[in-house]
């Protein structure tokens, strides 16, 4: 069992930047792919940026050149670097945690992100 806890979140102008944590709990956090959602009011919630356990990256085009994802496995947290803040990145940003090779996975309880001046 994992539990994830996210930070970071907040309301930033136009152009701005905010950094994102997810710190997890319990053992093995790198046998874990780690992942950032999000969800705007009527939408899906769709996947931003993804880090495997091999630290293999992926992301969104929105967000291609902006956003950077990255883990720090001795302290158990993902961390998204989210630059260059536009009105549509505005959302509930979701950490989700995927156990190599099974289909285990959780999630966190989200954070706003509101970007707006």
């Known amino acids: 069992q994992v539990q994830l806890v996210e930070s970071g979140g907040g309301l930033v102008q136009p152009g701005g930047s905010l950094r994102l944590s997810c710190a997890a709990s319990?053992?093995?956090?790198?046998?874990?792919?780690m992942a950032w959602y999000r969800q705007a009011p009527g939408k899906q919630r769709e996947l931003v940026a993804r880090?495997?356990?091999?630290?293999?990256?992926n992301y969104a085009d929105s967000v291609k050149g902006r956003f950077t994802i990255s883990r720090d496995n001795a302290k158990n947290t993902v961390y998204l670097q989210m630059n260059s803040l536009k009105p549509e990145d505005t959302a509930v940003y979701y950490c989700?945690?995927?156990?190599?090779?099974?289909?285990?996975?959780?999630w966190g309880q989200g954070t706003q992100v509101t970007v707006s001046s």
């Open positions: 989700n945690a995927a156990l190599m090779f099974t289909m285990q996975q959780y």
């Open positions: 880090m495997t356990s091999g630290a293999v990256k």
């Open positions: 319990g053992s093995s956090f790198s046998r874990y792919h």
